[in-house]
T-cell receptor, first 116, second 110 residues
Framework: DGGITQSPKYLFRKEGQNVTLSCEQN?????MYWYRQDPGQGLRLIYY???????QKGDIAEGYSVSREKKESFPLTVTSAQKNPTAFYLC???????????????FGDGTRLSIL | QKEVEQDPGPLSVPEGAIVSLNCTYS??????FMWYRQYSRKGPELLMY????GNKEDGRFTAQVDKSSKYISLFIRDSQPSDSATYLC??????????FGTGTRLTVIP
């Protein structure tokens, strides 16, 4: 089945530690996105990538980093510079480019990150 | 002012009721409108995707867009306990970045 796989489902971070969240898709989508979801705040965009080896900051990129070495994969690193990392992290993907730039985003089932 | 406003609820209705969920927005450049359903500890699932004003129906779900009033709605007919979830509205211009409402939590009581 085609879809978006996020792992792990739950992740714990110690103070001063970097952690990496995985996102893989087999939908052949060009664009991938990372969102953070906090209670009462909706989804906020962290980073997005429209093509391999290219990515842009979203609204709340500080303390996060990404890479896009393969079309299928868009890992997110939460660095120690992110002072409030406890949240539900969602990865999404969509087609992008030309007329397909109007396609909706589809989401994975998220990773819940907590601080120890 | 947020670009997208959505009443967070919570909203509780008896099984079989008609549910109305709403969002308002301020950016007249929004052209594409979506409704997502999110169950607890899961990712959002796309329910409806519409372009321009008017209605779109899919089974028990109807999405309505009124661009002149900057107002979108999702109607759920014959609501079921399995419809209990958080419903997120989202919208975008021609670019790919989405703007989300904060979500409305719905409970359908058997």
């Amino acid at each position: 089945d085609g879809g978006i796989t996020q792992s792990p489902k739950y992740l714990f971070r110690k103070e001063g530690q970097n952690v990496t969240l995985s996102c893989e898709q087999n939908l052949n989508h060009d664009a991938m996105y990372w969102y953070r979801q906090d209670p009462g705040q909706g989804l906020r965009l962290i980073y997005y990538s429209q093509i391999v080896n290219d990515f842009q900051k979203g609204d709340i990129a500080e303390g996060y980093s990404v890479s896009r070495e393969k079309k299928e994969s868009f890992p997110l690193t939460v660095t120690s510079a992110q002072k409030n990392p406890t949240a539900f992290y969602l990865c999404a993907s969509s087609y992008y480019g030309g007329g397909s730039g109007n396609q909706p985003q589809h989401f994975g089932d998220g990773t819940r990150l907590s601080i120890l | 002012q947020k670009e997208v406003e959505q009443d967070p609820g919570p909203l509780s209705v008896p099984e079989g009721a008609i549910v109305s969920l709403n969002c308002t927005y301020s950016n007249s450049a929004f052209q594409y409108f979506m409704w997502y359903r999110q169950y607890s500890r899961k990712g959002p699932e796309l329910l409806m995707y519409t372009y321009s004003s008017g209605n779109k129906e899919d089974g028990r779900f109807t999405a309505q867009v009124d661009k002149s009033s900057k107002y979108i709605s999702l109607f759920i007919r014959d609501s079921q306990p399995s419809d209990s979830a958080t419903y997120l509205c989202a919208m975008k211009t021609g670019a790919n970045n989405l703007f989300f409402g904060t979500g409305t939590r719905l409970t359908v009581i058997p």
